[in-house]
């Protein structure tokens, strides 16, 4: 016979808004974070976050418009336009990213990271749309003048910079997804379920990998 685990509310409440403070502020580094990203490649957060979302699907996001995010098949379609942006960008004839329609694909790729980040995490889209398209607008301003100071400044070939540039993306994408927000609240499904209403751990409450 199993006993029953007898959660105490006072606890929960507790738990439930220190965890929710602090995990808040860690989703918001992590949209920002992703919008980064998609200012300095359009494709990289898209493709990052629907890798991480494919392996470890979120039944908070499986119920939303943003569901295809963790489908097998977006995650492979968005591999392939990150390797076509990654050939594209080393064409010296290639467009500037700081023209409106570049500007507006990373915006609108790190507005829909950021709100496929929020809610798989059981969050609200609206702050994940707005932080995530803000920061990819500033960093494809700010990439963009870097990497031109970086030509004039080094005289490294074009192409080589860009290449940094891919990889620093990728990488930067991945730490952030691989970081882990600690469990909210109570550490057992069954504190989960009775503080939360689901024994789901949220996408970033898990071992991702």
């Known amino acids: 016979m199993v006993k029953k685990q007898t959660i105490n509310p006072a606890a929960c409440y507790a738990s439930n808004k220190s965890n929710i403070m602090t995990n808040s502020k860690k989703i918001i580094a992590k949209a920002i974070g992703l919008g980064a990203v998609a200012g ?5 957060a898209p493709t990052i976050i629907s890798y991480f979302l494919s392996r470890h699907p979120s039944k908070a996001l499986a119920k939303s418009k943003l569901g295809f995010l963790q489908s097998p098949v977006t995650a492979i379609i968005t591999k392939v336009l990150t390797a076509a942006e990654f050939a594209g960008d080393k064409k010296p004839n290639g467009p500037n990213r700081i023209i409106f329609p570049q500007v507006a694909a990373r915006v609108a790729s790190g507005a829909l990271a950021g709100a496929g980040l929020f809610r798989a995490n059981r969050a609200g889209i609206a702050k994940g749309l707005v932080l995530g398209g803000a920061s990819a ?35 930067s994408g991945w730490a952030i997804m691989r970081k882990k927000i600690r469990a909210s609240p109570g550490s057992s499904p069954e504190e989960r379920e009775s503080c939360t209403g689901s024994s789901s751990p949220s996408l970033l409450e898990r071992d991702l990998g």
């Open 40 to 44: 300095m490649r359009a494709t990289v």
């Open 137 to 171: 607008l500033t960093v494809t301003f700010a990439s963009f003048y870097l990497r031109k100071y970086v030509d004039k400044k080094t005289h490294t070939k074009d192409s080589i910079v860009g290449t940094i540039e891919d990889l620093i993306s990728l990488a």
